[in-house]
């Protein structure tokens, strides 16, 4: 969406629309009760199954600034420690 469609849809909006949403395993590692928009945007990745295989290895970062430009950086992954021990059990037996 564009500047002028954010307006459009609340036009007494003062504060603006950028936020940052943290995402792992389908679920915000940070406080986004204050953005409506993050908290969609949380809504429509749950709802992709493509993004809920990338983000369930890794942290992904979506900023949206000031000048309504998406960023979207990709954190380390995440290895549990289930899938550890079946790769530090499988060297061993091989």
Do not use: C, W
């Amino acid at each position: 969406m564009s500047k002028h469609e954010f307006t459009i849809i609340n036009p007494k909006e003062k504060g603006g629309y950028s936020f940052s949403l943290n995402v792992f395993k389908g679920k915000a590692q940070n406080d986004i009760r204050t953005s409506i928009v993050a908290k969609d945007l949380l809504v429509i990745l749950q709802s992709s199954k493509t993004a809920n295989d990338l983000v369930s290895t890794a942290t992904y970062e979506f900023v949206m600034d000031k000048h309504f430009v998406l960023h979207i950086n990709r954190g380390e992954e995440i290895v549990e420690e289930e899938e550890v021990e079946a790769e530090e059990t499988a060297e061993k037996e091989a």
